[in-house]
Protein backbone atom coordinates (compact mmCIF):
# COMPACT_ATOMS: atom_id res chain seq x y z
CA UNK A 1 0.00 0.00 0.00
CA UNK A 2 1.48 3.80 -1.15
CA UNK A 3 2.43 5.53 1.94
CA UNK A 4 0.83 9.17 2.60
CA UNK A 5 3.45 11.63 4.45
CA UNK A 6 2.57 14.92 4.94
CA UNK A 7 4.73 17.21 2.65
CA UNK A 8 6.84 18.43 5.77
CA UNK A 9 10.56 18.58 6.30
CA UNK A 10 10.85 15.11 7.31
CA UNK A 11 7.96 13.58 4.49
CA UNK A 12 10.58 15.63 2.20
CA UNK A 13 13.47 14.15 3.30
CA UNK A 14 12.30 10.80 2.69
CA UNK A 15 10.88 11.43 -1.08
CA UNK A 16 14.29 13.33 -1.23
CA UNK A 17 15.86 9.33 -0.49
CA UNK A 18 13.78 7.98 -2.76
CA UNK A 19 14.53 10.20 -5.26
CA UNK A 20 17.98 9.89 -5.03
CA UNK A 21 17.41 5.64 -5.20
CA UNK A 22 16.00 6.04 -8.26
CA UNK A 23 12.70 5.97 -6.96
CA UNK A 24 9.42 7.94 -7.99
CA UNK A 25 7.45 9.88 -5.43
CA UNK A 26 4.02 11.36 -6.11
CA UNK A 27 4.45 15.45 -5.11
CA UNK A 28 1.51 17.66 -5.30
CA UNK A 29 1.14 20.53 -7.42
CA UNK A 30 -1.13 23.61 -7.61
CA UNK A 31 -2.77 21.83 -10.70
CA UNK A 32 -2.82 18.09 -10.19
CA UNK A 33 -0.98 15.35 -8.20
CA UNK A 34 2.53 14.54 -9.94
CA UNK A 35 4.01 11.42 -10.36
CA UNK A 36 7.74 12.54 -10.22
CA UNK A 37 11.62 11.63 -10.78
CA UNK A 38 14.68 13.51 -11.30
CA UNK A 39 14.69 14.64 -15.15
CA UNK A 40 17.75 13.63 -15.59
CA UNK A 41 17.66 10.06 -14.12
CA UNK A 42 16.58 7.72 -16.78
CA UNK A 43 16.20 4.86 -14.47
CA UNK A 44 13.69 6.55 -12.72
CA UNK A 45 12.45 8.19 -15.10
CA UNK A 46 11.73 4.79 -16.72
CA UNK A 47 10.12 3.60 -13.36
CA UNK A 48 7.48 6.64 -13.70
CA UNK A 49 5.89 4.90 -17.42
CA UNK A 50 5.93 1.42 -15.58
CA UNK A 51 3.83 2.44 -12.93
CA UNK A 52 1.83 5.15 -14.41
CA UNK A 53 1.47 2.57 -17.36
CA UNK A 54 2.01 5.35 -19.53
CA UNK A 55 3.16 5.16 -23.28
CA UNK A 56 6.63 5.80 -24.17
CA UNK A 57 5.44 8.46 -26.57
CA UNK A 58 3.29 10.63 -23.97
CA UNK A 59 5.80 13.03 -23.09
CA UNK A 60 6.79 14.71 -19.31
CA UNK A 61 6.77 17.50 -17.62
CA UNK A 62 9.73 19.17 -16.24
CA UNK A 63 9.27 20.97 -13.10
CA UNK A 64 11.80 23.37 -12.03
CA UNK A 65 12.63 26.12 -8.81
CA UNK A 66 12.85 29.13 -11.59
CA UNK A 67 13.51 30.34 -15.23
CA UNK A 68 17.55 29.52 -14.18
CA UNK A 69 16.98 25.71 -13.50
CA UNK A 70 15.12 26.04 -16.81
CA UNK A 71 17.52 26.89 -18.81
CA UNK A 72 19.43 24.07 -17.72
CA UNK A 73 16.97 21.61 -19.47
CA UNK A 74 15.83 23.40 -22.54
CA UNK A 75 17.57 25.54 -24.87
CA UNK A 76 16.25 28.72 -26.44
CA UNK A 77 14.80 30.07 -23.59
CA UNK A 78 14.00 33.33 -25.94
CA UNK A 79 12.69 36.90 -25.26
CA UNK A 80 9.14 35.13 -25.43
CA UNK A 81 9.72 32.81 -22.69
CA UNK A 82 11.57 35.12 -20.06
CA UNK A 83 7.97 37.14 -20.80
CA UNK A 84 5.73 34.96 -20.33
CA UNK A 85 8.00 33.54 -16.80
CA UNK A 86 8.21 36.91 -15.71
CA UNK A 87 4.46 36.84 -16.10
CA UNK A 88 2.76 33.43 -15.29
CA UNK A 89 6.05 31.36 -13.46
CA UNK A 90 5.39 30.09 -10.66
CA UNK A 91 2.19 28.85 -12.02
CA UNK A 92 -0.12 26.77 -14.46
CA UNK A 93 1.56 27.36 -17.34
CA UNK A 94 3.53 24.74 -19.49
CA UNK A 95 6.49 26.21 -21.99
CA UNK A 96 7.14 23.54 -24.66
CA UNK A 97 11.25 24.58 -25.67
CA UNK A 98 13.90 22.23 -27.62
CA UNK A 99 15.06 19.94 -25.29
CA UNK A 100 18.92 20.51 -23.97
CA UNK A 101 21.28 17.57 -23.97
CA UNK A 102 21.19 17.22 -20.81
CA UNK A 103 18.21 15.77 -20.43
CA UNK A 104 17.59 12.10 -21.81
CA UNK A 105 15.45 11.48 -24.37
CA UNK A 106 12.69 9.27 -22.27
CA UNK A 107 11.86 12.00 -19.90
CA UNK A 108 10.88 13.89 -23.55
CA UNK A 109 9.01 10.91 -24.88
CA UNK A 110 11.62 10.54 -27.20
CA UNK A 111 10.79 13.85 -29.11
CA UNK A 112 13.54 16.90 -29.41
CA UNK A 113 11.77 19.12 -27.37
CA UNK A 114 10.99 19.66 -23.77
CA UNK A 115 8.05 20.45 -21.57
CA UNK A 116 8.99 22.59 -18.77
CA UNK A 117 7.16 24.77 -15.87
CA UNK A 118 7.39 26.31 -12.58
CA UNK A 119 4.81 25.24 -9.78
CA UNK A 120 3.41 27.33 -7.06
CA UNK A 121 2.53 25.01 -4.73
CA UNK A 122 5.03 25.37 -1.71
CA UNK A 123 5.29 21.49 -1.13
CA UNK A 124 6.64 21.16 -4.70
CA UNK A 125 8.92 23.67 -4.22
CA UNK A 126 10.03 23.06 -1.01
CA UNK A 127 10.64 19.18 -2.82
CA UNK A 128 12.68 21.15 -6.06
CA UNK A 129 15.06 22.99 -3.21
CA UNK A 130 15.73 19.66 -1.13
CA UNK A 131 16.16 17.53 -4.65
CA UNK A 132 18.32 20.66 -6.08
CA UNK A 133 17.65 19.87 -9.48
CA UNK A 134 14.67 19.37 -11.90
CA UNK A 135 12.06 16.56 -11.28
CA UNK A 136 9.60 15.20 -14.48
CA UNK A 137 5.86 14.35 -13.81
CA UNK A 138 2.73 13.81 -15.62
CA UNK A 139 -0.79 13.46 -13.26
CA UNK A 140 -0.35 10.48 -10.53
CA UNK A 141 -2.97 8.70 -11.76
CA UNK A 142 -3.13 5.36 -13.73
CA UNK A 143 -2.52 6.09 -17.30
CA UNK A 144 -5.75 7.46 -19.09
CA UNK A 145 -7.74 7.71 -15.93
CA UNK A 146 -8.61 10.41 -14.01
CA UNK A 147 -6.41 12.83 -12.39
CA UNK A 148 -5.74 13.05 -9.10
CA UNK A 149 -6.23 16.40 -6.92
CA UNK A 150 -5.60 14.80 -3.44
CA UNK A 151 -3.37 12.52 -1.38
CA UNK A 152 -6.06 10.14 -1.16
CA UNK A 153 -6.57 9.81 -4.88
CA UNK A 154 -3.72 8.64 -5.47
CA UNK A 155 -3.58 6.35 -2.70
CA UNK A 156 -6.74 4.65 -4.16
CA UNK A 157 -4.93 4.49 -7.78
CA UNK A 158 -2.46 2.35 -6.45
CA UNK A 159 -3.57 0.23 -3.50
CA UNK A 160 -3.58 -2.74 -5.78
CA UNK A 161 -0.18 -2.17 -7.71
CA UNK A 162 2.39 -4.34 -6.67
CA UNK A 163 5.33 -2.05 -7.64
CA UNK A 164 3.60 0.87 -5.89
CA UNK A 165 3.52 -0.51 -2.11
CA UNK A 166 6.08 1.72 -1.23
CA UNK A 167 5.18 4.21 -2.89
CA UNK A 168 5.64 7.68 -1.32
CA UNK A 169 3.07 10.52 -1.79
CA UNK A 170 3.60 13.84 -0.43
CA UNK A 171 0.05 15.18 0.90
CA UNK A 172 -0.20 19.13 0.10
CA UNK A 173 -3.79 18.88 0.92
CA UNK A 174 -6.39 19.40 -2.09
CA UNK A 175 -5.25 21.02 -5.57
CA UNK A 176 -6.13 24.61 -6.20
CA UNK A 177 -6.20 24.94 -9.71
CA UNK A 178 -7.57 21.31 -10.07
CA UNK A 179 -6.75 21.06 -13.76
CA UNK A 180 -3.63 20.12 -15.53
CA UNK A 181 -1.82 23.63 -16.38
CA UNK A 182 -1.95 25.21 -19.85
CA UNK A 183 0.29 23.96 -22.57
CA UNK A 184 2.19 26.42 -25.41
CA UNK A 185 4.79 25.19 -27.63
CA UNK A 186 7.42 27.91 -28.41
CA UNK A 187 9.49 25.55 -31.09
CA UNK A 188 8.33 27.74 -33.75
CA UNK A 189 8.41 31.97 -34.60
CA UNK A 190 4.67 32.17 -33.53
CA UNK A 191 3.43 30.53 -30.32
CA UNK A 192 0.97 27.78 -30.45
CA UNK A 193 -1.17 27.10 -27.74
CA UNK A 194 -1.84 22.76 -27.60
CA UNK A 195 -3.97 22.44 -24.57
CA UNK A 196 -6.30 24.69 -22.57
CA UNK A 197 -5.72 25.29 -18.57
CA UNK A 198 -6.47 28.11 -16.59
CA UNK A 199 -4.33 30.47 -17.82
CA UNK A 200 -5.72 31.67 -20.86
CA UNK A 201 -4.78 32.49 -24.58
CA UNK A 202 -6.30 36.21 -24.13
CA UNK A 203 -3.75 36.17 -21.06
CA UNK A 204 -0.77 34.68 -23.13
CA UNK A 205 -1.65 37.42 -26.00
CA UNK A 206 -1.32 39.84 -23.63
CA UNK A 207 2.56 39.08 -23.20
CA UNK A 208 3.91 38.02 -26.33
CA UNK A 209 0.95 38.95 -28.80
CA UNK A 210 -1.01 37.26 -31.35
CA UNK A 211 -0.67 33.26 -31.20
CA UNK A 212 -1.73 30.16 -32.76
CA UNK A 213 -3.89 27.41 -31.53
CA UNK A 214 -4.07 23.89 -32.06
CA UNK A 215 -5.68 21.19 -29.70
CA UNK A 216 -4.39 18.03 -30.82
CA UNK A 217 -6.52 14.37 -30.72
CA UNK A 218 -3.37 12.12 -31.31
CA UNK A 219 -0.35 11.99 -28.91
CA UNK A 220 2.30 14.86 -29.88
CA UNK A 221 4.46 17.08 -27.98
CA UNK A 222 1.68 18.05 -25.29
CA UNK A 223 1.52 16.06 -22.27
CA UNK A 224 -1.88 14.23 -22.18
CA UNK A 225 -2.80 15.10 -25.53
CA UNK A 226 -3.88 11.43 -26.51
CA UNK A 227 -8.18 11.45 -27.72
CA UNK A 228 -9.06 9.19 -24.71
CA UNK A 229 -7.67 10.72 -21.48
CA UNK A 230 -8.57 11.68 -17.92
CA UNK A 231 -11.48 9.44 -18.02
CA UNK A 232 -13.55 7.71 -15.20
CA UNK A 233 -14.40 3.96 -15.49
CA UNK A 234 -18.10 4.65 -16.01
CA UNK A 235 -19.18 5.29 -19.41
CA UNK A 236 -19.24 9.06 -19.86
CA UNK A 237 -21.72 10.51 -22.43
CA UNK A 238 -21.41 14.64 -23.02
CA UNK A 239 -24.46 16.96 -24.13
CA UNK A 240 -24.45 19.54 -25.77
CA UNK A 241 -25.67 23.03 -23.62
CA UNK A 242 -29.16 22.97 -24.87
CA UNK A 243 -29.48 19.39 -25.20
CA UNK A 244 -32.70 17.28 -24.09
CA UNK A 245 -31.09 14.86 -21.13
CA UNK A 246 -34.62 13.87 -19.96
CA UNK A 247 -34.15 10.48 -21.76
CA UNK A 248 -30.80 9.36 -20.66
CA UNK A 249 -30.51 6.07 -18.85
CA UNK A 250 -27.37 7.00 -16.59
CA UNK A 251 -27.10 9.40 -13.97
CA UNK A 252 -26.03 12.83 -14.53
CA UNK A 253 -23.79 14.61 -12.85
CA UNK A 254 -23.75 18.72 -12.39
CA UNK A 255 -20.83 20.96 -12.56
CA UNK A 256 -20.39 23.90 -10.63
CA UNK A 257 -21.65 27.41 -11.49
CA UNK A 258 -18.48 28.87 -11.85
CA UNK A 259 -15.26 28.10 -14.06
CA UNK A 260 -12.62 28.14 -10.93
CA UNK A 261 -15.17 26.20 -9.14
CA UNK A 262 -15.81 23.76 -11.94
CA UNK A 263 -12.04 23.29 -12.30
CA UNK A 264 -11.46 22.78 -8.58
CA UNK A 265 -14.47 20.21 -8.11
CA UNK A 266 -14.08 18.42 -11.95
CA UNK A 267 -11.65 15.04 -11.07
CA UNK A 268 -12.94 15.14 -7.65
CA UNK A 269 -16.67 14.83 -9.01
CA UNK A 270 -16.06 12.08 -11.56
CA UNK A 271 -14.27 10.21 -9.31
CA UNK A 272 -16.64 9.78 -6.68
CA UNK A 273 -19.13 8.96 -9.43
CA UNK A 274 -17.40 6.34 -10.41
CA UNK A 275 -16.93 4.38 -6.81
CA UNK A 276 -20.59 4.86 -6.53
CA UNK A 277 -21.32 1.74 -8.96
CA UNK A 278 -23.02 3.83 -12.06
CA UNK A 279 -23.49 2.07 -14.85
CA UNK A 280 -23.59 5.47 -17.06
CA UNK A 281 -22.88 9.10 -16.32
CA UNK A 282 -23.85 11.53 -18.20
CA UNK A 283 -22.94 15.76 -17.90
CA UNK A 284 -23.62 18.94 -19.73
CA UNK A 285 -21.06 20.72 -21.23
CA UNK A 286 -20.55 24.56 -20.45
CA UNK A 287 -20.51 26.85 -22.73
CA UNK A 288 -18.08 27.02 -25.66
CA UNK A 289 -16.11 30.56 -24.10
CA UNK A 290 -13.25 31.16 -23.08
CA UNK A 291 -13.08 30.54 -19.23
CA UNK A 292 -14.18 27.44 -20.24
CA UNK A 293 -12.24 25.64 -22.30
CA UNK A 294 -10.00 23.64 -20.00
CA UNK A 295 -13.22 22.16 -18.29
CA UNK A 296 -14.44 21.16 -21.98
CA UNK A 297 -11.37 19.91 -23.41
CA UNK A 298 -11.41 17.42 -20.46
CA UNK A 299 -14.59 16.18 -20.38
CA UNK A 300 -14.56 15.77 -24.20
CA UNK A 301 -11.13 13.46 -23.78
CA UNK A 302 -13.19 11.88 -20.83
CA UNK A 303 -15.86 10.86 -22.72
CA UNK A 304 -14.21 9.88 -25.87
CA UNK A 305 -14.40 6.52 -27.13
CA UNK A 306 -11.11 3.85 -26.99
CA UNK A 307 -9.01 4.82 -30.57
Request: charged content about 15%; aromatic content about 4%.
Amino acid sequence: MPVILPATAEGIDQAVACLRGHQPVVMPTETVYGLAAGTTDPEGVARIYQLKGRPSTNPLIAHVADAAMATTVVDGFDERAKALAAAFWPGPLTMILPRNASVPAIAAGGLDSLAVRVPSHAGAMALLEAYGGPLSAPSANRSGCVSPTSAQHVAVDYQDVDEASSLVILDGGSCTVGVESTVLSLMEPTAVLLRPGSVRRTQIEGVIGPIDEHMPWAQGAAPGSSPRHYAPRTPLTVFAPDADTTTFAGTMLTLPDTPQEAQTALFDMLRQADAAGHDALGIVLPPDEPQWRAIRDRLLRAAAMDQ
